[in-house]
């Protein structure tokens, strides 16, 4: 039992808020967690100011947990700053480990979103045509908004992180587990990904598995599965196999196939590749025009390879 | 100098890096814009060594394999023709031309066509221009 | 129109010594080393294909054999000893067969026994005949040889050679008319204008007296031994047929006998040196005899031999019964070998090949015709 | 890593390599890389001081990592491995740049060629950082040998075994031994009768108490690798077996050409149109008939039915020629007033005896007609006044005649083509078919009985049209190398092959099928793929395909690539 509370922070970049809820979802655990540590930030849950952390000596905080990936300026900002605040710098769920599902805007160019959110939408009245800017002159002097970057970016792409905790969100479980080491001093060394296993998600999958040979790719809906049967066995496209394990197979066992949070294996640097190096290994076929017709049935390859790891792929963005 | 490509090769030991040796013993001239990697079989050329090489700055991806049926391995190279679909779709999504990145097929007795195909993919990079990607990924870097 | 092949021909050709043409693989070396052969007379490799599928007709109407002097090279240079040399050789026993129209030629080639019984039955008859004539209705006497009271008189002997020679070039004419017929006269493609003939009616006596293709062969020594024999016997026959007074003469004239020892020289050197040559089979052309062969060359040997030794025993040792009784076995020789060798066997060739050289030629130039006219119609050219 | 002690040495291959490629600007190059210890260029590197300066090098500067930038590796990569092992180091240490075949030798440009060595020098350097030390290994040796097929070959090597004292299950399909030579009469061209020859070995392989031969069985499965295989054999019925091999020898054979498949042949609707097996059962009764009964006088052998016809086979089956001369030889002896005509295209008369027997052949007065390749003779009724049965119409090309032969019987050349269960034979011991489906052999000229199975050997027709000769010296050639293992009675193991690091691996089994070779095993209990290394070839697919980066491929990992990969690029965009 540590003598002094530990001090830690929750902040948020371009997030969801699943992770926040991920971090509730421990449950009564949580608030053990309060008898033993200050938070001393978290906007979801607790108060606090830009100020407040401003004010903070560098290194003034044990933790930060940090989730969401760095889609402005202000995400940029704050991330250096509680950087410099904190001892260790936690990346928690899979848009601050890979840049999550923010990430996919990563196929598009800033202009396209703007022009799609704030001009082309049907949600948008005829001929409101109003785009925010960096900064505007009001009356009472210049205000500013952050900055909105071209492209998403992983938290470790703007400061150096020491634990990653994959996930989206991260099983309350595996966030459990790392709040428990942080409080009991039990990390393991730095830059390793935390709260996830070294094997990938078939290792903890009960489906069964046999003969790797696929005819034909559905989507989950479009065909009866059989429950106790591997999905990529079945042509459901999943992402176990490329994907860390410790998510606890939520997605397979309610039938659904594996999206790939918890990121690439151990071994692997570029999840989308490897994923599609194995998909398209098993096709069942040798003559090229049926290859491509199985693998026609697999829409957006991008999307499904890196549905939440763009940003940490070798390639990052799209270059159109 | 104008734009000089700079393409990676990943030719399997068998047929295409004895091809292209052959090309060398007949003394047929090239480009020299590929860099040879070998591999044992094309079926060991993982999508992540293409787009670890387009990462990396190439310009180009030449990947050769034995003819379909004539694998030294039975059949990687069938293995090698189910993974380019998919990879080039994938590498459209990202914005990367199409001719950019080729699969092809070179036995080791064809050395005059793996240097008819090397000419052939630098003068189409040629014409692509220089790849973006490694420009890009530098100017988008951020300092930590 | 499919040509039948024959299966059985081939083993016909044997009996007139084709033997080895089975064994041809049509590398075409033959062809390619004869001197002669030109288009559009690839020879001897095509013939020796027609012959070994049968083709009857083809090589009915083939003059290709005739073309071939038989200097030896192809033989030589066979990979597959088919020997097409001697398979030509033979193809001109055959054609001389079925070029003649008695049944003959084809009962001679393919029996040396008929064709000696014959030899023997006419050399008897002659001899039966001259003596008859002799003792009884010439009126001479066994002692004159010649002159005044001879016992085989120049006139009588005259008008009998010129008997025999009419019979036999009747024989010869209707051969030769068949031999037209086979090769050019029968082919509806070819269109041979009537002048064509009188324009190359002259490679006929050029072909003859100086056998000038023969002199294209590499080896030069057959063909002066041939030039030689065949000079020999023309003057020989010259001679006999319009210089026989002055030949049988009392007194030596020198102008015809001079002639006459000449030509015995040549005839006797020649048919010696073949006969030496086909018994030692050194040269390619001697290795293979038909018995035609020898038959022809120990007629020769021994008409010639005769011959001079009626003149020797006469002119020299005055001896006329013996001179006499020569000449009486002399005639038993001459009248076989021009009676039947002449029409019926391998001396036939003496107006053959000539004439061979001469329808070759209309042929050729036909045949070019043909392609022209084909060409010209815008037709592929036939395979 | 970066304290590698690493030597670069270029070739300068005389002037093959210098005159185009600037050697001392890629040693000069090399010498700043890091971890470079020692950059040199020089003369011939394989030559024996070229060889004597890395290892003085290696001892003396304690090098631990060496480049070679000179030929192509295809070339002396085990010369300089052999050096790398004389100076005491892992030969596995040695990475060539190829600056030679696929630099100097293609480019004439100096500046672009150099520019080429320096990216391929620089990567080689980043890869050999990366370079394991690889050990060969050893695994015992199964005496016992498979031999699937009882033909000729299957036979022969069947005793060749035996008699040197080694096990022998000899598996075969039919009810009776002696394969396709069971079903001729005599051969070609010294007229033997396969029955003799056939009736002695079968009599020796019964008799041997160390054949086992199997009939009426096929092979079920094929597990483990070379010295250690275990194959389940269907004997009969119903009837299993399951037997432990070192090696196995495939000599399964061939099938005929389906003389159907040419349909103007008329095979099958014309009662006197055969094939030459059927002729064979003729010769071997003694009684040659036509369908009527009656005695035939002519005889067509039509050669190449299925061969040298690129809408059947392309290639040539090399024994029907002969068979067909043979023919010939015994219809005349048994018929002396028949005629023969064999039409052909070529007649391949090559192997011992041969010619001369073409040219005896030929005497005897067979008709030879030539048809050309891409033509087929035509088989026509004969007419009211013929002799024979048929007429056959054909272009003959050495006459350049449309001719037309009676025939009586027309025997069809039927060539060989590989069996119908050839490609199930090929997946269930893992070996190639090429595009025919013959098995492909190790090398065509340097190795022709093994194949990319190690402990597998191919031998006879199952790899290519051949004649009796062929068959048996394979057979024996096939035996002597089995045999050659077997005295060693360790197995070498090559020291590259792909292993799965179970710590990693979850059993998803995406590897499992994709092995040409199934040397991945996956064992259910612990839930783990295993790749057997001494099955393993290292083609590296599994490797790619691994969704989990569980498996690696030794001396091709992916460290090693991305550092090549790294290597080529990084200096070409350092250089602009």
């Known amino acids: 039992m540590p003598e002094k509370k530990l001090q830690i922070a929750l902040y948020w970049g371009a997030a969801c808020g699943g992770c926040d809820v991920a971090v509730l979802d421990t449950n009564e655990f949580v608030i053990g967690v309060g008898f033993l540590v200050d938070i001393r930030l978290w906007p979801i849950a607790a108060d606090g100011k830009y100020r407040d952390v401003e004010a903070m000596a560098d290194g003034e905080l044990d933790c930060t947990l940090f989730h969401g990936a760095i889609r402005n300026s202000e995400n940029e900002h704050l991330a250096k700053l509680l950087r410099r605040k904190s001892k260790v710098l936690v990346a928690l769920g899979s848009c601050a480990h890979l840049g999550g599902i923010p990430g996919l805007a990563n196929q598009v160019t800033k202009q396209e979103i703007l022009e799609r959110v704030y001009l082309d939408n049907p949600s948008i009245e005829a001929g409101n045509r109003v785009v925010p800017l960096p900064s505007t002159r009001v009356d009472a002097g210049e205000l500013e908004i952050p900055r909105f970057y071209r492209r998403v970016y992983r938290l470790d792409d703007v400061v150096p992180v020491d634990y990653y905790v994959p996930g989206c969100p991260p099983a309350p479980e595996q966030v459990k587990a790392a709040l428990q080491a942080l409080v009991n001093g039990t990390l393991p060394p730095a830059r390793s990904v935390i709260g996830a296993s070294n094997r990938t998600v078939c290792d903890d999958c009960r489906r069964r598995k046999e003969e790797k040979k696929v005819t034909r790719f559905h989507r989950p809906w479009e065909i009866l599965q059989d429950p106790d049967r591997c999905l990529m066995e079945q042509g459901i496209l999943c992402a176990g196999s490329a994907t860390r394990s410790g998510c606890g197979v939520r997605c397979p066992d309610s039938g659904m196939p594996c999206r790939g949070c918890y990121g690439p294996a151990p071994n692997v640097i570029d999840q989308g590749a490897k994923f599609v190096s194995a998909v398209s290994s098993i096709v069942d076929s040798k003559d090229p025009r049926e290859i491509e017709r199985i693998l026609g049935d697999i829409p957006d390859i991008l999307g499904y390879a890196y549905r939440f790891g763009l940003p940490a792929s070798l390639l990052q963005r799209s270059i159109r | 100098m104008g734009f000089e490509p700079r393409i990676v090769g990943f030719l399997c030991n068998w047929c295409s890096y004895t091809g292209a040796d052959l090309a060398g013993t007949a003394r047929i001239h090239y480009a020299p814009n590929v860099r040879v990697i070998r591999v044992m079989c094309s079926a060991r050329v993982d999508p992540t060594f293409v787009v670890k090489a387009l990462a990396e700055g190439a310009d180009g991806v030449l990947i050769c394999g034995c003819h379909p049926g004539d694998c030294h391995y039975s059949e990687g190279n069938y293995k090698a023709m189910r993974r380019f679909p998919l990879l080039g779709r994938l590498l459209r999504d990202y914005g990367i031309e199409e001719d950019r990145v080729r699969l092809e097929w070179v036995s080791a007795s064809e050395g005059k066509r793996f240097a008819e195909i090397v000419d052939d993919m630098t003068e189409r990079v040629r014409r692509l221009g220089p790849s973006r990607v490694k420009t890009l990924l530098e100017a988008d870097r951020v300092e930590r | 129109m499919a040509i039948r092949a024959n299966p059985r021909l081939v083993e016909e050709l044997e009996h007139y010594g084709a033997e080895d043409v089975a064994k041809c693989y049509h590398c075409g070396n033959c062809s390619a080393v004869c001197p002669f052969s030109r288009e559009p007379f690839l020879f001897p490799r095509k013939s020796m294909r027609y012959l070994q599928m049968g083709l009857e007709e083809k090589l009915l109407g083939n003059l290709e054999p005739w073309l071939c002097y038989y200097c030896g090279e192809c033989s030589e240079e066979c990979p597959r000893e088919a020997e097409p040399g001697e398979t030509m050789m033979s193809m001109r026993r055959w054609l001389t067969s079925r070029y003649d129209f008695t049944g003959i030629s084809k009962l001679f080639y393919r029996s040396w026994k008929a064709e000696l019984a014959a030899i023997l039955l006419v050399a008897l008859l002659t001899g039966a005949g001259f003596l008859l004539f002799g003792f009884r209705w010439g009126g001479g006497h066994l002692g004159v040889y010649a002159g005044e009271g001879a016992f085989l008189t120049t006139g009588a002997v005259h008008v009998f050679d010129w008997i025999l020679g009419c019979v036999l070039a009747a024989f010869l004419g209707i051969n030769c008319a068949r031999m037209w017929w086979f090769s050019i006269g029968k082919d509806r493609t070819l269109r041979i204008p009537p002048l064509a003939y009188l324009r190359q009616a002259f490679l006929l006596p050029v072909h003859f007296f100086t056998q000038k293709r023969y002199a294209e062969c590499g080896k030069k020594r057959p063909w002066a031994i041939h030039l030689a024999l065949m000079l020999s016997y023309t003057t020989m026959l010259v001679l006999i047929m319009f210089f026989l007074h002055a030949m049988h003469s009392e007194r030596t004239v020198w102008a015809a006998h001079g002639f006459g020892y000449l030509a015995t020289i040549g005839l006797l050197g020649t048919s010696i040196y073949a006969l030496r040559g086909r018994i030692r089979k050194e040269e390619t052309h001697y290795k293979h005899s038909h018995e035609t062969d020898w038959i022809f060359l120990i007629l020769l040997v021994f008409v010639a031999g005769t011959g001079i030794l009626q003149n020797v025993l006469y002119r020299v040792f005055h001896l006329d019964v013996a001179a006499n009784v020569v000449y009486v076995v002399h005639m038993m020789g001459v009248v076989p070998m021009l009676g039947l060798e002449v029409p019926f066997s391998k001396w036939a060739h003496l107006a053959y090949r000539p004439l061979a050289m001469y329808f070759s030629e209309l042929q050729a130039e036909a045949i070019r015709e043909r392609e022209r006219a084909v060409a010209a119609a815008g037709a592929p050219l036939p395979a | ?576």
Not at chain 4, 471 to 494: M, T
């Open chain 4, 1 to 576: 890593m970066e304290d590698r002690r690493i030597g670069v040495y270029v070739c300068n291959c005389g002037t093959n390599i210098a005159k185009v490629v600037d050697c001392d600007a890629v040693s000069d190059f090399a010498k700043k890389l890091p971890g470079v210890a020692v950059a040199r260029s020089y003369k011939y590197m394989c030559s024996n001081p070229g060889q004597e300066m890395i290892i003085q090098d290696i001892r003396e500067l304690s090098l631990d990592r060496v480049v070679v930038a000179a030929c192509s590796p295809r070339m002396h990569e085990p010369t300089f491995r052999k050096a790398l092992q004389t100076a005491g180091i892992n030969p596995y240490f040695l990475e060539m740049a190829n600056i030679r075949e696929q630099c100097s030798w293609v480019h004439d440009d100096a500046r672009a060629a150099t520019d080429k060595a320096l990216a391929l020098a620089h990567a080689a350097v980043r890869r050999v950082v990366h370079h394991e030390p690889l050990e060969k290994r050893f695994v015992d040796m199964c005496p016992a040998t498979l031999v699937l097929g009882g033909g000729i070959a299957g036979l022969t090597a069947a005793l060749e075994l035996s008699d040197a004292g080694q096990p022998v299950f000899l598996v075969e399909k039919d009810d009776h031994l002696g394969g396709n030579l069971a079903r001729v009469d005599l051969t070609a061209p010294y007229l033997d009768s396969a029955r003799d020859m056939l009736a002695d070995r079968i009599r020796r392989v019964l008799e041997s108490p160390k054949i086992e031969v199997l009939l009426r069985s096929t092979l079920q499965s094929l597990s483990g690798f070379v010295g250690n295989f275990r194959a389940e054999i269907r004997v009969g019925a119903d009837g299993a077996r399951t037997v432990d091999v070192g090696s196995v020898l495939v000599a399964t054979g061939f099938r005929e050409f389906d003389a159907r498949r040419i349909e103007h042949y008329g095979y099958g609707r014309l009662p006197n149109v055969v094939t030459s097996f059927e002729l064979e059962r003729m010769l071997r009764e003694g009684r040659i008939l036509t369908r009527g009964g009656r005695v035939p006088k002519y005889f067509a052998m039509i050669h190449c039915v299925g061969s040298r016809n690129p809408e059947y086979h392309g290639y040539c089956s090399r024994v029907c020629c002969m068979t067909a001369l043979k023919y010939g030889h015994e219809i005349k002896s048994a018929l002396p007033g028949a005629y023969v005509y064999d039409l052909y295209i070529d007649m391949h008369a090559f192997g011992k005896g041969c010619e001369d027997f073409y040219r005896r052949t030929a005497e005897m007065k067979t008709m030879f007609l030539m048809y050309a390749k891409g033509t087929t003779p035509e088989i026509v009724p004969s007419g009211p006044d013929d002799d024979c049965e048929m007429l056959i119409k054909v272009h003959e090309v050495l006459s350049g005649e449309e001719i037309e032969v009676p025939a009586d019987l027309v025997v069809l050349m039927v060539g060989m083509e590989a069996r119908e269960d050839a490609a199930d034979v090929a997946h269930l011991v893992s070996i190639s078919q090429d595009k025919d489906g013959w098995f492909i052999e190790s090398h065509p000229k340097l190795d022709p009985v093994a194949t990319t199975t190690e402990g597998v050997f191919i031998a006879g027709t199952c790899q290519a049209p051949k004649g009796i000769p062929g068959s048996v010296a394979q057979a024996e050639a096939a035996a002597a190398r089995i045999l050659g293992k077997i005295s060693r009675g360790k197995i070498e193991v090559d020291a590259v092959f792909a292993e799965v690091d179970e710590t990693r691996c979850s059993g998803c089994r995406m590897c499992n099928e994709l092995c040409p070779y199934a040397a991945i095993e996956y064992d259910a209990a612990t839930k783990r793929s295993r790749v057997i290394s001494a099955v393993c070839k290292a083609c590296g697919c599994c490797v790619a395909a691994c969704p989990s980066g569980a498996i690696q491929g030794r001396h091709f990992t992916d460290r090693q690539i991305f550092s090549q990969i790294e290597g080529v690029l990084e200096w070409a965009s350092s250089q602009g």
